[in-house]
Nanobody, 116 residues
Framework: QVQLVESGGGLVQPGGSLRLSCATSGFTFSSYAMSWYRQAPGKERELVATIASTSGSMHYADSVKGRFTISRVNAKNTVYLQMNSLKPEDTSVYYC?????????WGQGTQVTVSS
């Protein structure tokens, strides 16, 4: 059974930091590109960051470049998103995503709220 379980969301003040984690099971983690998406109320889901399966190369949305860092630990089947200098516009539900050429899996999401 495939599982992606996000954690680490919460309420943070502008300028603060959060670290999201996505613990996975049920598939060969090291063979999947891992991504974080987010979706704010009334908006489409958007890609935040991706880390490749083998090369470890990373891609970021322009809106988070220089503030967010995606990383993975294959030995723990876990992907992380370090979020610094958070802004109110970062408020969203953040979703973990695993993808290869055949399959795509999603987590249930974790709420991040940036507000004073």
């Amino acid at each position: 059974q495939v599982q992606l379980v996000e954690s680490g969301g919460g309420l943070v003040q502008p300028g603060g930091s959060l670290r999201l984690s996505c613990a996975t099971s049920g598939f060969t983690f090291s063979s999947y590109a891992m991504s974080w998406y987010r979706q704010a109320p009334g908006k489409e889901r958007e890609l935040v960051a991706t880390i490749a399966s083998t090369s470890g190369s990373m891609h970021y949305a322009d809106s988070v470049k220089g503030r967010f860092t995606i990383s993975r630990v294959n030995a723990k089947n876990t992907v992380y998103l370090q979020m610094n200098s958070l802004k109110p516009e970062d408020t969203s539900v953040y979703y973990c995503n695993a993808a290869n050429q055949r399959y795509v899996y999603w987590g249930q999401g974790t709420q991040v709220t940036v507000s004073s």
